[in-house]
């Protein structure tokens, strides 16, 4: 059965879109067909889809465009990521961790509980903590989350407005054919399967800084640097290049495998900087640990 003795201490949200349906229950099933209608009812049944006001809805209520619903998320058999987050720092407005391979930042998939986010909030008890960016699941590294939600604007514009230096390292095959440090700029487009991207023709909207570290005989260790923030950004313009990032299972194909705890995604958020848009301070974090 799905876990309900723990839920999000948030809904996710969603603005009803376009569509013929009469009632919310039709309207739900048609967006989410992987749910069965029973679920659905259940959760209705139990108080778990609510209006914009945090009020609960009935499965008959009127389906109405654009209105705002909240639902819990709940997953069967949530696999359990054997790793451990570390808290960097915390203060009255931020909290920095070093998240760990493999554990999403936010519910997403076949994940609720297990996320950076749902671990945090119940470690703290706070349910208003909020992601202010994302890793990939695959991604180690620094992740900011915003405490306070009188200040939480000033942050997330540092991200909407590219005023924070966001630092990786990668390890791939050698590209001794490059000249770097180089420029990549490229146009991201969503792929096939839907969850992947793709490089295409026309005005470039991602664009990465890459650079050598390190020089091994078979592996080399390279700095990234994202202007941009496209999904899949640098693995896509690693494999682009010639050199997948190691370990990578998307790129350049897409292989539908169960996670190998032991073969981690070779990617990593090192760092982050940025000056308070608060006090004014310079704001550095680095992750502590390694590839």
């Not at 359990?80 to 570390?86: D, G, K, L």
């Not at 509980?113 to 008890?125: C, D, I, K, S």
């Not at 699941?137 to 230096?165: C, H, K, M, N, W």
């Not at 070779?266 to 992750?287: C, M, N, T």
Request: glycine fraction near 8%; charged fraction near 30%.
């Amino acid at each position: 059965m799905p876990r309900h003795d723990a839920p999000a201490a948030a809904p996710s949200r969603l603005q009803l879109p376009p569509g013929p349906w009469t009632n919310l229950l039709d309207g739900l099933c048609a967006r989410f067909p992987a749910i069965a209608r029973e679920v659905w009812l259940d959760r209705f049944a139990r108080g778990r889809v609510l209006d914009a006001q945090g009020e609960p809805l009935t499965a008959d209520t009127a389906y109405r465009v654009g209105m705002e619903i909240g639902y819990f998320r709940e997953v069967e058999q949530e696999p359990v990521i054997p790793f451990e987050e570390r808290v960097l720092y915390r203060d009255e407005r931020l909290l920095v961790v070093d998240k760990p391979h493999f554990l999403p930042v936010v519910p997403a998939g076949g994940f609720v509980e297990e996320t950076l986010l749902g671990r945090l909030r119940r470690r703290y008890g706070e349910a208003d903590l909020v992601a202010l960016h994302r890793l990939d699941r695959g991604t180690a590294g620094v992740v900011l989350f915003s405490r306070d939600p009188a200040t939480r604007g000033a942050y997330q514009a540092l991200f909407r407005e590219r005023r924070i230096r966001k630092r990786y390292e990668a390890l791939a095959r050698p590209l001794a054919q490059w000249q770097f440090p180089l420029l990549r700029r490229t146009r991201l487009l969503a792929g096939e399967p839907f969850f992947l991207m793709r490089e295409a023709e026309g005005e470039a909207n991602s664009e990465t800084r890459i650079d050598v570290i390190e020089r091994g005989a078979d592996v080399w260790r390279y700095a990234l640097e994202p202007v941009s923030g496209r999904k899949h950004q640098l693995r896509v313009h690693m494999a682009a290049l010639g050199a997948p990032i190691l370990n990578d299972r998307f790129y350049p194909l897409a292989e539908q495998a169960e996670d190998d705890f032991s073969r981690p995604l070779k990617l990593l958020a090192r760092g982050l900087a940025f000056v308070d848009p608060i006090d004014g301070s310079e704001r550095r974090f680095e992750s502590g640990l390694s590839l």
